[in-house]
């Protein structure tokens, strides 16, 4: 539960070979491409949550590989439980769906300059971290 006692969210990190999934979503105040992320519904876990919301906005099919991380978004009005969700998308052909702008892949060292107070920062560098570890 978030100090606002809203639902968590999820943020889903989309790989194919060696390339992230960001896109533009078209509710957001800005216009940075962040990752695909959404509100877990009633009943979901946020497995479930993630591909959902992959299929729902980019009509990707992707298997997922496990939790990252959690992370705390605080803003003005309410405080964001998030939890990031590592997938692997067979194919990087995007659908996208009525809620995003623009969708595309990136290399690690592509992200957008994002601002500092971001968790996404946090979610990039335990990414980093993770893939590092890998043999």
Sequence with gaps: ?????????????????????????????????????????????????????????????????????????RDDQRTLLMIAVLATSRSTEIQLDNELTHAAWYELDELPPWPADWPIHAVFDDYRRSTSADP
Excluded: F, K, N
């Design 1 to 73: 539960m978030t100090e606002s006692g809203g639902r968590p969210a999820v943020l889903v990190i989309v790989r194919h070979d060696s390339r992230i999934l960001l896109a533009r979503h078209r509710y957001h105040a800005t216009d940075l491409p962040v990752l695909i992320a959404g509100m877990i519904e009633e009943g979901e876990t946020a497995e479930e949550a993630a591909v959902r919301e992959v299929s729902e906005e980019t009509g990707l099919d992707v298997t997922l590989s496990g939790i990252l991380g959690t992370y705390r978004y």
